[in-house]
């Protein structure tokens, strides 16, 4: 009794599981669903799909959608993409919202598009209804050599047909802020940027900065100028200091080179003062000598003694006598 019950069981179980793999590898829900929408697919077709590892409701349902919309997508094509790795789903709803908007765009192009890693169903959502993109803000210096500091906004739609190979937003607002900052630096003062700042759109717009690029720019518009710091001035006042401390290290070089050759003089001076004392030194010795050659007599050297003498009377009179300082008068109060 219990073995029957187990057999039954197992059976049961056994085609439960066959059954789940039937309806798995042939979806049968999914075929009756495209037949009633209009789209023409076999059972074995769906089957295969499961063998090639391509999930039939993603293509069954991107057919369907495309149906629907009026738009002829074939099977194969559909395989093919989302086995290169594309977004089937994005491509199809892409192009349902190009035929729409009327914008050109075909399989062949679209799945280039989502293969290069960009959103097509975005990009088409661009062209309709354009982006506005931020820019930092940008600093430039006028002649007059003021800073100015300019945000603008840029107003750009997708370009379908360069969106593959062609450049993105950071290729935008870098030219955006090299045409501001040009602009800016051209302009004779300050003043007549902040009087009139729609002509730096003008001059950059008119410069075709979205050449190359994946977007159309529509306008270029200045949210905001603010005047920043004089930098004419701050160069002026940097170039001062510099040659002022140019110059003081002159100075101080020839204040070194003074001191240094003061300094040699002085030494020249000890040295020659230290030839006279040696010289002065070998007279008495010259005396001696005289005296004791014979040329030399003791009269003579009596007159020689007088003379110096009487030289050193006259540097004693023709020296300034200094006053002599008295006790001093405590009441007095000069001298306290």
Known sequence: MEQGFLVIVA??????????????????GLWFSALLSGVRVSLL?????????????????????ATKAGLSISRDELEAHYLAGGRVKLVVNALISADKANIPLNFKAATA???AGRDVFEAVQMSVNPKVINTPPIAAVAKDGIQLIAKARVTVRANIRQLVGGAGEETILARVGEGVVSSIGSSDSHKSVLENPDSISKVVLSKGLDSGTAFEILSIDIADIDVGKNIGAQLQMDQAFADKNIAQAKAEERRAMAVANEQEMKAKAQEARA?????E????RAIAESFRSGNLGLMDYYKFQNIQADTRMRDAIAEPQKPKQGPKNLDNPAQK
Not at 45 to 65: E, H
Not at 281 to 284: K, R
Request: no cysteine; aromatic share 14%; glycine share 4%.
């Open 113 to 115: 598009i989502d293969l």
């Open 275 to 279: 030839k006279v004392i040696e010289a």
């Open 45 to 65: 077709q769906l089957v295969f799909m499961r063998w090639r590892k391509v999930p039939p409701s993603v293509i069954v349902t991107a057919m369907i959608n």
């Open 281 to 284: 030194a070998e007279i008495p």
């Open 11 to 28: 059976i049961g179980i056994a085609s439960l599981f066959g059954l789940w793999v039937i309806f798995y590898f042939i979806p049968v």
